[in-house]
Nanobody, 124 residues
């Protein structure tokens, strides 16, 4: 059974940095595209970024482009979200997700596997 677990969330001041990690188990993920999404209170879950199965390409929402970086380590079944220059509007629960589609889709409904989420709070 596929299981994804996020870690690394917390409270940070505006302009600070956090690094989220996602560990996967219960399968072989080296051919999977991986994504990060977030959901703020009262808002829909939204795409943050994604990475292709081999890490050759990454994609980001305009709101985080230039500040966030996604990486992956297929040997360890982990992938990370480095978040720099954080803003209060980045406050949300962040979710990692895995898709059998290897090209790093931004479509939420193409990700069948999800972590439980980790809270990121950016104070002003």
């Amino acid at each position: 059974q596929v299981h994804l677990v996020e870690s690394g969330g917390g409270l940070v001041q505006t302009g600070g940095s956090l690094r989220l990690s996602c560990a996967a188990s219960g399968g072989t993920f080296s051919t999977y595209g991986m994504g990060w999404f977030r959901q703020a209170p009262g808002k829909e879950r939204e795409f943050v970024g994604s990475i292709t199965w081999n890490g050759s390409r990454t994609y980001y929402a305009d709101s985080v482009k230039g500040r966030f970086t996604i990486s992956r380590d297929n040997a360890k079944n982990t992938w990370n979200l480095q978040m720099n220059s954080l803003k209060p509007e980045d406050t949300a629960v962040y979710y990692c997700a895995a898709a059998k589609l290897g090209w790093g889709t931004s479509r939420l409904n193409e990700y069948p596997y999800w972590g439980q989420g980790t809270q990121v709070t950016v104070s002003s």
